[in-house]
């Protein structure tokens, strides 16, 4: 099963984090930094992010965040918006290891169901098909991914940082 995560911290050492969620299989979905001061005066910076993780690394994600003093919520969310943000991982993983454009033929024909996350399970054997296009534009608009059009066909990648 996996868990959809808000952490929030400092941002000293926050590679940790990211190397950690990185590890035991998850994505950062979104990441957002911000300076906290009172008047003129700097306090410190911080930084939010959503992460989706499987649930067996959750426990060495959560002893990182509090050595880095920082927390960790789990967020509650209905069915249908988890399918979709847990739905990402699969297609996440193909497009990383593409390293470059590709259409969604390549992904279609990459897919295996039941995927090796283990998405169609966790979800009553929902195909990891049948979303590909919505999953794959909530990608886009997430800034996960970025898409283009070549000779009349869409192609997607991972978003270069």
Known sequence: MYKILIYSGGVYRFDEVLECVEDIGGIVLKRDEFNISRGSYFISQEVHVIIVTPEEGLDELKQIATDLKGDIEEINIDDEIRISVVSI????NLLSKAKNWVDINYLEDAIECPC??????????ISCHENLKKTLDDMCRMEIAEKRTLSNVIEYRIKAV
């Open 89 to 92: 991982l699969p297609v996440y």
């Open 116 to 125: 090796i996350n283990g998405v169609c399970k966790e979800f009553n054997d």
